[in-house]
């Protein structure tokens, strides 16, 4: 093996380690700010479909008419959007599926963050399920 081909191959390796260093500070940093969550329910349809995958910002926005917020709500996470904002700064939220508002408003402590992304894998596979029948 030459000289040449072993500091090449050194080099590489010390990039390649670089590299998976730097991917991890920013997997780190990506998770602190952002979050995935699989949708269950249908109460969103027809913006979410159950399977689909959501990305959601968790610090740095403050929600708005039409965001779609993640909230928590008897111990499990929710996604609905948001109808309007009080004064009191909570949210009156509702399924798009839904015909009413939903009966509480979410406090801000409540929430969880923003969707600002959708995988739309449920979508997917309902439309390959309805061609199939």
Do not use: C
């Not at 928590?72 to 004064?87: E, I, N, S, Y």
């Amino acid at each position: 093996m030459s000289t040449q081909s072993s500091s090449d191959s050194a080099l590489h390796t010390w990039l390649r380690r670089l590299a998976e260093g730097i991917l991890a500070l920013v997997m780190v940093a990506v998770g602190w700010s952002h979050g995935v969550l699989y949708v269950e329910g249908g109460s969103m349809q027809p913006a979410l479909y159950p399977g689909d995958l959501i990305v959601y910002r968790r610090i740095g926005h403050e929600p708005v008419r039409g965001d779609l917020v993640v909230f928590r709500h008897d111990g499990t996470l929710v996604v609905h959007r948001v109808m309007r904002v009080r004064a009191d700064d909570s949210l009156v939220m509702r399924g798009d599926a839904n015909a009413d508002d939903d009966p509480s408003p979410v406090d801000g402590d409540s929430v969880r963050g923003t969707v600002i992304a959708v995988v739309p894998i449920g979508r997917a596979a309902e439309r390959l399920v309805s061609r199939s029948e």
